[in-house]
């Protein structure tokens, strides 16, 4: 195994900057090591060595010109729902398997202003919607850490090939705790940032008032690093903040001397799995032992969540996706005698189950007659979510919360895939933020008895990414579980 690939973006910046490494031999690398692992963990749709080739050509020469940035010659892998020009972007699937976008999303501009090289597109469950990577249209990705079980979802190709060593960092997208819950399950460094904190111009929409792209890396401060590169306002995007953008590596001290740490009584439920517990407590020991203190508190509205993401997604979901229908562009179906069944013989062929069950669901709950004891209904349980973490961060005192990331470890393939609402409550810990609009990460905190990855979630007002990052950067000294590769069988 090469080197090369073990090593974090803060020490691939350092040999390329000493020119002990050339971004092409650091891209291969990661080529090579996709080519040996890929097949088993299958994280990646679409591989682009060519395009990795151009890239790592461009970032040689600005390397020699002196005109660096953080990410220049630093390859990176791309969720398969953040448009990429010239190169599909498909969902994972089928209504979108040959689509090549025209144009990029504002992220990967804002990759390609800094040099950073792109090594293909990330599996995730179709239209991101799934929380285990197994709905997918074309593969299932598999945990690192165990191949008989998941990554986690909808990021699960982000988080396994970081954690897989397929790549030194990735994108995903977080609607319900889509980089947290993967993150955790995969053993690396995952983060939501604040709703508007990063630009949404070119990433496919699922639920536009809670969809946000984060980055998922080996260690928090890579996860510094990426956040930073990708963070500012865009004029393309309605819903971006208009707020300056940090050095979030500055915030990266050891000691948490001052801070205050609340723990909500809500998150620690019958049912969480006991190793979470023990080793969520233990996140909360090391946040202790760095000069936090902790304090219990209560967000109230935390058990309706579920419930009022689950109208409210699947509604803007039904809306968005209504674009699909065989006209302009993606998948159109070769069987129809007219306009209408054009449309549904498109839709019925291009969309998978779950996909199908979250139109249906959000169309009803939109329909006429349903939508004040529906959507208004959830958007209001939303609001007292959203005053509930209002509350607990204005009069308490905290500046972070610790909770869970997922009540489980990661589970076995197949296991909940009969279940959706099983499979809906993988998210119970997560969702909440989303509604919120808040940054939260989750972070590697430490193992189960099955030796399986697992985080601890850390939760900020909004825009205080920094605090978010101080906190986890002072967890990751205590744990030691961050750079650690898994031994892929």
Excluded at 231 to 258: I, N
Excluded at 365 to 393: E, H, N, P, W
Aim: charged residues 20%; contains cysteine.
């Amino acid at each position: 195994m090469n080197e090369l690939i073990t090593f974090p973006i803060s020490k691939l910046q350092s040999l390329l900057s000493d020119r002990e490494v050339s971004p092409s031999e650091i891209a291969s690398a990661y080529l090579e090591r996709i080519e040996a692992v890929d097949p088993t963990v299958q994280a990646y749709i679409t591989v682009t060595p060519g395009v990795a080739e151009e890239d790592a050509k461009a970032a040689l020469n600005r390397l020699k010109d002196g005109g660096t940035a953080p990410l220049t010659g630093i390859p990176l892998g791309i969720k398969d729902l953040i448009c990429t020009k010239g190169t599909r972007t498909t969902c994972a699937s089928r209504m979108l398997e040959n689509f090549v976008p025209p144009y990029n999303a504002t992220v990967m501009d804002m990759l390609n202003s800094q040099g950073a090289v792109m090594l293909g597109k990330l599996n995730m469950d179709e239209f991101a919607m799934g929380s285990s990577t197994e709905n997918s249209a074309f593969m299932k990705t598999r945990n690192p850490w165990d191949t008989k079980r998941i990554p986690g979802g909808s990021s699960g190709g982000s988080a396994a090939a970081v954690a897989a060593g397929e790549c030194p960092a990735s994108l995903g997208s977080d609607t319900g705790g889509s980089i947290r819950q993967p993150a955790s399950h995969c053993g690396v460094v995952g983060m939501k940032p604040t709703y508007g904190r990063v630009s949404r111009f070119g990433l496919v929409a699922f639920a536009s008032s809670l969809d946000q792209i984060g980055p998922l890396t080996r260690d928090v401060t890579d996860c510094a690093i990426l956040l930073e590169a990708i963070s500012g306002h865009d004029p393309r995007d309605s819903t971006s903040a208009d707020m300056p953008v940090p050095c979030y590596r500055d915030a990266l001290k050891e000691g948490l001397k001052g801070m205050v740490v609340g723990v909500p009584s809500e998150y620690f439920v019958k049912g969480l799995d006991p190793d979470v517990e023990n080793v969520v407590q233990k996140g909360i020991e090391y946040l202790e032992k760095q000069g936090a203190s902790i304090r219990e508190v209560s967000l109230p509205h935390t058990e309706y969540a579920v419930a009022a993401y689950y109208i409210i997604a699947p509604a803007e979901a039904s809306s968005n996706l209504s674009r699909y229908d065989g006209v302009k562009y993606g998948h159109r179906s070769s069987n129809y005698a007219n306009l209408m069944e054009m449309y549904q013989s498109t839709r019925s062929e291009g969309f998978g189950d779950e996909v199908k069950r979250r139109i249906m669901i959000g169309t009803y709950c939109l329909s006429a007659g349903y939508y004040d004891a529906y959507y208004k209904k959830a958007s209001q349980v939303r609001t007292l979510i959203m005053q509930d973490f209002k509350k607990v961060f204005q009069e308490t005192g905290c500046h972070v919360l610790a909770t869970p990331v997922a009540p489980t470890p990661a589970f076995g393939i197949g296991d909940k895939t009969g279940d959706p609402l099983q499979m809906y409550l993988s998210d119970i810990f997560t969702i909440p933020v989303n509604l919120a609009g808040l940054p939260a990460l989750s972070v590697p905190c430490g193992f189960s008895k099955d030796n399986l990855p697992i985080g601890l979630q850390l939760v900020a007002d909004h825009f205080q990414e920094e605090t978010l990052l101080q906190a986890a950067y002072n967890v990751e000294l205590m744990a030691g579980c961050c750079n650690k590769l898994p031994e892929i069988k």
